[in-house]
T-cell receptor, first 112, second 115 residues
């Protein structure tokens, strides 16, 4: 099956710093999402981004489907950005069904 | 408000005592799914449903059952829970407009402990 790897696995930032999180996938995908899991465990939708670039406030994301990666940019980080960031991809399996696979996650800690 | 709800949010139970975790969505989504999240293993899909009366196994279906009798509801059933099913469970839904998965929306999670 498809492999979805995220990097870095762990990241510590000083408040106000910028960062880039990466999601690599091993096969073509039909769509891709980025999520933030906050310290209380809730999964929050950040971007639905099968291709191209989107921005939402201090966050932006770019997916280059032909090169099999997506990037999540966090600018001017805040302590509330702490948590785990996941990408999730959907691709067509051998049986034709579309399968959802989550990446390994990036654990971000923003310190004041 | 568009949302996916799960109940209960927290549950402590004992081995072998049947339980059901409910999931409901109000977005008229065709696709619904259950995931479990475990430390070091990430989120793994248990079962999914493409529409009413259509369900299929995900990556880790053993020990679980599901049903989809109504479009809005997708309960997860543990007939005889065991301690290795202690986990954080998420329900999700998305539309299948255009014949493909669209944005998935997740419920708040159910933290299950089986003693």
């Amino acid at each position: 099956g498809i492999q979805v790897e995220q990097s870095p696995p762990d990241l510590i930032l000083q408040e106000g710093a910028n960062s880039t999180l990466r999601c690599n996938f091993s096969d073509s995908v039909n769509n891709l999402q980025w999520f933030h899991q906050n310290p209380w465990g809730q999964l929050i939708n950040l971007f639905y981004i099968p291709s191209g670039t989107k921005q939402n406030g201090r966050l932006s994301a770019t997916t280059v489907a032909t090169e099999r990666y997506s990037l999540l940019y966090i600018s001017s980080s805040q302590t509330t950005d702490s948590g785990v960031y996941f990408c999730a991809v959907v691709n067509s399996g051998l049986d034709g069904y579309q399968k959802v696979t989550f990446g390994t996650g990036t654990k971000l800690q923003v310190i004041p | 408000e568009a949302q996916v709800t799960q109940n209960p949010r927290y549950l402590i139970t004992v081995t072998g005592k049947k339980l059901t975790v409910t999931c409901s969505q109000n977005m008229n989504h065709e696709y619904m799914s259950w995931y479990r999240q475990d430390p070091g293993l990430g989120l793994r899909q248990i079962y999914y449903s493409m529409n009413v009366e259509v369900t299929d196994k995900g990556d880790v279906p053993e020990g679980y059952k599901v049903s989809r009798k109504e479009k809005r509801n997708f309960p997860l059933i543990l007939e005889s829970p065991s301690p290795n099913q202690t986990s954080l469970y998420f329900c999700a839904s998305s539309s299948l407009a255009g014949g493909r998965y669209n944005e998935q929306f997740f419920g708040p999670g159910t933290r299950l402990t089986v003693l």
